[in-house]
């Protein structure tokens, strides 16, 4: 029988909990805000009560079994150095789930209690779904190349991770800059800090004391808002204990109305595939920094606990999250987990989320978010075969469109003038300052898809698996005859998914990907008629994967 020296918790455990507590604190004060579109005040009931304490059980329950199922496995190998999948809110289908569920529904009855409702059921889906996927997550994972799974998440970090947080950076300079370099000194180099101090703990005090110093003084020179012992205060004034409430009866009243919620199963299903996908390139990405967890079990525990929170009133997705490498060469083991799980338990059933915020600037921790997407950027070419590295670059398209298009989306909200329903319109071959508009906004949808489709035929064809690169071809052509990837539909500013057995808005602007899925088509025949009915495996000189990726050992 193995045993294991696992410890609880270790030093680096405190870097890997403020990244994490940093990325689902954003998360956390995203749907204080955003609530407000659909009726749900900072200070009401629904979100107090309900809400916020669901979303903490749900976040508390993953931390959990991820950091118990990594010390199952480093009882199982004999192994101390094993990280825990990081877990949280689930960002796309937070802003998917209040923009084209909740807002919709609280503008067409002006009732808050209706938008959670539907916000309950969309929550509840995706969980069933994920559950649902677990039992063919690990079948997936085999037959596809892994360069097709770390590439999609690549691209996220890419986009919606990296660059993201680099502007953030260069917004407010002066109190983002001195972090971000104890962040590089202590991660790139691996400078031990006097009394070895975790180097996330210090970026958090080195920032905190920026924010709130240097406005005083040289103010002439500081960009936005400055901290504030009066918002402080106002945000202490929702202190409380807000113990979790059971929502099952609400939700159960909404299922037994289908007329009310059918018409949402068009949002609602391909977010939920997304995070199968999405979960399943995560179990990958940690199996290739060294730590190989069953993909059943964890998205099992990944569905259940976003289930959980439907049934005590959070209506956000809770999913495993990307970058475990990141986290593992930070140094984290098990610990960090249990550390995110508590706090959030502790603020969100406290009412002092608002407080944290007004204390710790987002800025202080924002780097190291930073270097967890650029370790994810790497591992995607370092964990893959050599050979497949130009997979690995095409995959990356896709969800960088993604993020411009989401850059353009949210540039016509503020800016006004034409919409992009106007522009698109008008003219579907637009050019803005020489990027197609209907090109990106046809990549953007169900990117994780595509990307994860296009670098396994690309990974295919350098292998001359030529029967396999056409079967992916006929994949991406029923994905995209059946709306999952490329068709949309636009209203005014809002893009959604244009499924195939959903009637046409007249109101907007429709687009149907029946081309792409024939271009599809075209790829496999082309692939079987000149490259050949037969999969050949690689020569015995092909390049194995990068052999001085060894992340954490």
Partial sequence: MKHSNYPLFVRRDLDGFFALMIDNLVQLLLIVALCGLCGI????????????PGAALSILFGNIFYSWQAH?????????????????????SLLVYIFFVMVPVYQRTNSAEAAWQMGLLACFGSGVIECLGAFVADRVRKLTPRAALLSTLAGIAIGFISMTFALKIYQRPLIAMLPAAVVLLTLFSRTKLPFRIPGGLLAIIVGTICAWVLPEVIPQ?????PMSAAAIKTAWGQWGWYPPHFAGSALWELLKEPGEWLGYMSVIFPMGLFNVIGSMQNIESAEAAGDSYPAKPAMLANGVGTIVASLLGSCFPTTIYIGHPGWKEMGSRAGYSILNGVFFMLICLTGTTGVISKIIPLEAGIAIVLWIGMVITAQAFQASPKRHAPAVALGLFPAIAAWGATIMQGTLLVGGGKSLQEILSANLFTEVNGFLVHGLVVMERGFIFTCMILAAICACLIDGKYRSAAVWSVIAALFAFVGLTNAYEIMGNDIHFRLAFTKDNLDGFTFRATGIGVGYLLFAATFL?????????????????????????
């Avoid at 005040?41 to 916020?52: P, T």
């Avoid at 020179?221 to 808002?225: C, I, T, Y």
């Avoid at 490259?531 to 994967?545: F, I, L, M, N, R």
């Fill in 41 to 52: 005040s900072a200070d009401s009931d629904l979100l107090l009560q309900y809400i916020l």
């Fill in 72 to 92: 199952q496995l480093a009882k199982r190998e004999n192994r101390s150095d094993v990280c825990a999948l990081p877990y949280g809110i689930n960002t796309p």
């Fill in 221 to 225: 020179l500081m960009e936005g808002s």
């Fill in 529 to 553: 008629i000149l490259g050949g009915w037969k999969d050949d495996p690689p020569s015995p000189e092909a390049e194995e994967p990068n052999p001085t990726l060894d992340i954490g050992h």
